[in-house]
């Protein structure tokens, strides 16, 4: 049996969409601090609070739990408001999760973030080993769970895996508290009003993936032979950079009327301290990986998606 956390969170939706289609109805037990409204087919909805390890562990039992998709965690903005909370949640939710999956035997994927780099990282082409000193709290839980996991995964034979994702580009649940969160709300606000107001400057430029892509590589990595896995704190991984303007432009090429204003607020200075740009080599030599969408594809299938469901529900 399958576990995710979070599963609610905006990878957490698709990611359980995937692993039904893969392994069928009834497999895949969704968490979240509590059970949402509307449920999805398929799936064993439970509740969980990964910073309670006691709660951990009787669900691992209770559901007899193989492969862990740890996706619980707070991101970059909520995390620089709340600090405690991100500490609390990010790292003693990743510990619980490590040391329960320890105990019973099972595999774990976990997501790290481009948030483990910082001003003193080189911003282009980022490498996979470089400088990991981040200025945000969030950067401060993300490479302390890469950490444990290596320790795990060193000292204890864990088989866990992780990547560092880019900014996640989806339409079936909005992202919630994140810096990139910019490049998802351009289009729900072109669809729905014609006119962005963005957070971060014109020319801020990041690295980004497409949801699709993103499940893909969790998917990829978790099937890929433990020999080969040569990285275990997190793998570099990416799809394409752009800038706001550049991302506004290629909306405004399929929608004229479409404006963007630019109103840059404290996530700025978070966007400033993360690459612009990211070496994946290692990921592409070890376990193949290799995005499928272009910025043009990403774009023509998310204003396709988000114009049939303008108001996805705020998670
Ligand atoms: N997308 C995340 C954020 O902006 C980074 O991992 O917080």
Known sequence: MILITGAQ????????????????????VVTDLRIPEVLRKGRIYDVLDVTYMESVKKLLNAHDIDTIFHLAGILSATGERHPELAWNVNVNGVRNILEAAQLSGCRVFWPSSIAVFGPTTPRHNTPQETVTEPGTMYGATKVTGELLCKFHATH????????????IISH??????????????????????GHYNCFVREDTRMPMMYMPDAVKSVIDLMAADNEGISVRTSYNLTAFSFSAGELAASIKKRMPDFTCSYKPDFRQDIADSWP???NDSRARRDWNWEPQFDLEMM???ML????????PSEL
């Open 304 to 311: 396709e998606n988000v114009a049939k469901k303008p108001f």
């Open 9 to 28: 969170g905006q990878i957490g939706i698709d990611l359980a969409d995937a692993l039904v289609a893969k392994y069928g109805d009834g497999k895949v």
């Open 156 to 167: 204890h034979n864990l088989d866990v895996r992780s990547v560092r994702f880019p900014g």
């Open 299 to 301: 774009v023509d299938d």
């Open 276 to 278: 612009e740009s990211i």
């Open 172 to 193: 079936a649940a909005p992202p919630g508290g994140g810096t990139t969160d910019w490049a998802v709300d351009m289009f729900l606000q072109a669809v729905r009003t």
